[in-house]
């Protein structure tokens, strides 16, 4: 299995811009979570999908953050604009039933 | 809500030797599920090891062990015969039985000295 895929693994962007974060989870895991990590916060769950289906978006700062899972196999994670203080490491996770969560490699996003 | 406390920012340790890494909770909830998180420089976030608060019995992982004190609340991890591998962030993290929400620590540093 190639474990959960994210893209980019690195993003630099100017304030203002659009900026998209994708995530393939791993065949067969039924949920799938958005984290964001920063030295301040540590990890923060933004949102997760149950079955395609957005369960819990409590933790997603902003209007200007928006996630989308139109299928099983592909998930997205968008801000706009965005803005320097978005600049994190940003994690997704995927899980099968009641089983721990595995993690993609993270997309480091720097906005200047 | 649950909460998780790491109260050692940092750790270092001779290559070799054992090191314990603490861990405390604060749930109302009697079913959940524990987990510690390893990240190393290369940031990717690595299980290595849970523990259902129904078992009685500490999860064992080859050289990582964990002490889980369900009155007390409190999961530590220990790491045996410590390797320059080792070298990473570790993070304690709780979920509730039913809930997807992983609730993470602050992390400690754990650096392994040649």
Redesign the interface.
């Given at each position: 299995d190639a474990g959960v895929i994210q893209s980019p693994r690195h993003e630099v962007t100017e304030m203002g811009q659009e900026v998209t974060l994708r995530c393939k989870p791993i065949s067969g895991h039924n949920s799938l979570f958005w984290y964001r990590q920063t030295m301040m916060r540590g990890l923060e769950l933004l949102i997760y999908f149950n079955n395609n289906v957005p369960i819990d978006d409590s933790g997603m700062p902003e209007d200007r953050f928006s996630a989308k899972m139109p299928n099983a196999s592909f998930s997205t994670l968008k801000i706009q604009p965005s803005e320097p203080r978005d600049s994190a490491v940003y994690f997704c996770a995927s899980r099968r039933l009641a089983n721990e969560q595995f993690f993609g490699p993270g997309t480091r996003l720097t906005v200047l | 809500a649950q909460t998780v406390t790491q109260s050692q920012p940092e750790m270092s340790v001779q290559e070799a030797e054992t090191v314990t890494l603490s861990c405390t909770y604060d749930t109302s909830e009697n079913n959940y599920?524990l987990?510690w998180?390893k990240q190393p420089p290369?940031?990717?976030?690595?299980?290595v090891i849970?523990q259902e608060a129904y078992k009685q019995q500490n999860a064992t992982e080859n050289r990582f062990s964990v002490n889980f004190q369900k009155a007390a609340k409190s999961f530590s991890l220990k790491i045996s015969d410590s390797q320059l591998g080792d070298t990473a962030m570790y993070?304690c993290a709780f979920m509730n039985?039913g809930n997807?929400?992983?609730t993470?620590?602050?992390?400690t540093r754990l650096t392994i000295i040649p």
């Open positions: - | 599920y987990f998180y290369s940031r990717q976030m690595i299980l849970r993070f039985f997807e929400k992983l993470f620590g602050t992390g």
